[in-house]
């Protein structure tokens, strides 16, 4: 079983709509948690970071930990064309960057 | 501006001939550290990097060598590549090793080993 669990997609919705991008893990000793946006052809960029459970909100997105379910969110409203991209969750137990899990990525497709 | 440089970004070389990718940052970052991104398997880390000189495997670091003589380089050497190396590569750099700091990516290189 993998660390760290996230449909790769693709998903594809209207202008405007919100978003939700998921994923599961199976270490319940992780405690930060990251969404990465990764355009085509360039690398991932950090886009918000969590620690331990709870939501965090910033302008049109917001993520979301479910500690008792292993559980991580990212919810993106009002959706742009621009934020067609592919969405890395990744997550570690300690502070440490060279102790990331990343998931595979959803890739997400918003339609004019 | 900000940022981590790579090349070649495109690269298609013959197993075992030896090749290095090059990665600059101009931010004066202490981490840095490169990961290899396969389709269904994600991004995986090979080696990182505390600081000049200080260098320590990742998760997949078979096949790979790095080095740290300067702070803003870090260059991967595959020393005989073989097609199980095909991949995007990546390098990033952050201001220290804390997984909360933002990492800064490179563009990627695409490595075909034939």
């Known amino acids: 079983q993998k660390e760290v669990e996230q449909d790769p997609g693709p998903l594809s919705v209207p202008e405007g709509a919100i978003v939700s991008l998921n994923c599961t893990y199976s270490?319940?000793?992780?405690?930060?948690f990251m969404w990465y946006r990764q355009y085509s052809r360039k690398g991932p960029e950090l886009l918000m970071y969590?620690?331990?459970?709870g939501n965090k909100e910033d302008g049109r997105f917001t993520a979301q930990v479910d500690k008792s379910s292993k559980y991580i969110s990212l919810f993106i409203r009002d959706s742009q064309p621009s934020d067609s991209a592919t969405y890395l969750c990744?997550?570690?137990?300690?502070?440490?960057?060279?102790?990331?899990?990343f998931g595979t990525g959803t890739r997400l497709t918003v339609i004019p | 501006e900000a940022q981590v440089t790579q090349n070649p970004r495109y690269l298609i070389t013959v197993t075992g001939k030896k090749l290095t990718v090059t990665c600059s940052q101009n931010?004066?970052?202490?981490?840095m550290s490169w990961y290899r991104q396969d389709p269904g398997l994600g991004l995986r880390q090979i080696y990182y990097?505390?600081?000049?000189?200080?260098?320590d495997k990742g998760d997949v670091p078979e096949g790979y060598k790095v080095s740290r003589k300067e702070k803003r380089n870090f260059p991967l050497i595959l020393e005989s590549p073989s097609p199980n190396q095909t991949s995007l590569y990546f390098c990033?750099?952050?201001?220290?090793?804390?997984?909360?700091?933002?990492?800064?990516f490179g563009p990627g290189t695409r490595l075909t080993v034939l």
């Open positions: 990097s505390m600081n000049v000189e200080v260098t």
């Open positions: 990744a997550m570690s137990v300690q502070t440490g960057a060279n102790n990331l899990f």
């Open positions: 931010m004066n970052h202490e981490y």
């Open positions: 270490n319940s000793a992780f405690q930060y």
């Open positions: 990033a750099s952050s201001p220290t090793s804390s997984s909360t700091d933002t990492q800064y």
């Open positions: 969590t620690y331990s459970s």
